[in-house]
């Protein structure tokens, strides 16, 4: 069975980074990340263009977590907790699998950085150890090749292709499926 109360909220910390809650102080990172065409070009959801936007997308994140539905954290600097480099969570559940979605953006400013590699680490092992998740699983629009090759270096697999999955933007999207599971050792 899973474990879906987060309160209180769980920080993650890593080497540089502070996973904390997304909140609503956080409006204009949100709206930089979450408004910016190149953070979101593999990302179909509608962009941020408003702060009233950006807050729709802070109520989200906060709603989810109250729910038991999802969690998602701010990848900050953890030396200046106010600076966001992205968002990283769960983005479903789904309890009768033992299994979430895990998705993850990232602000281009920050790429190349190798954060979301050490992101990923802490939020798995939150999931497998805290939530009591049994897999993991990613989806991805295919052309985002450096996606990809974050789960491959982080030992997911291949699972399958869907194509024509859904429509965004008038758009048809194949999304590519990867997988994590629990390994005995955790």
Do not use: C
């Not at 709206?31 to 936007?53: C, F, L, Q, S």
């Not at 989200?60 to 106010?82: F, Q």
């Not at 974050?150 to 429509?167: C, D, G, H, P």
């Amino acid at each position: 069975m899973l474990n879906l109360h987060f309160n209180p909220f769980p920080e993650l910390r890593t080497r540089r980074l502070l996973l904390r809650q997304v909140l609503p102080t956080d409006v204009e990172a949100v709206m930089k990340i979450r408004g910016n065409e190149e953070a979101m070009r593999y990302i179909p959801r509608p962009r941020a263009k408003t702060t009233e936007d950006a807050l729709a997308v802070v109520k989200m994140l906060t709603d989810g977590i109250k729910e038991g539905k999802s969690i998602n954290w701010a990848v900050s600097n953890i030396h200046n907790p106010s600076e966001i480099y992205g968002i990283m969570g769960y983005v479903n559940f789904y309890p009768e699998l033992n299994k979430a979605e895990i998705g993850y953006m990232l602000h281009p400013d920050y790429w190349g950085k190798a954060y979301v590699p050490e992101a990923i680490v802490e939020v798995e092992k939150f999931g497998f150890e805290q939530i009591n998740l049994q897999s993991i699983e990613a989806k991805i629009d295919p052309r985002n090749g450096n996606s990809r090759k974050i789960l491959l270096r982080n030992n997911y697999q291949f699972n399958k292709l869907v194509e024509k999955e859904m429509t965004f933007q008038d758009e048809e999207l194949d999304s590519e499926y990867y997988i994590k599971h629990k390994s005995l050792g955790i």
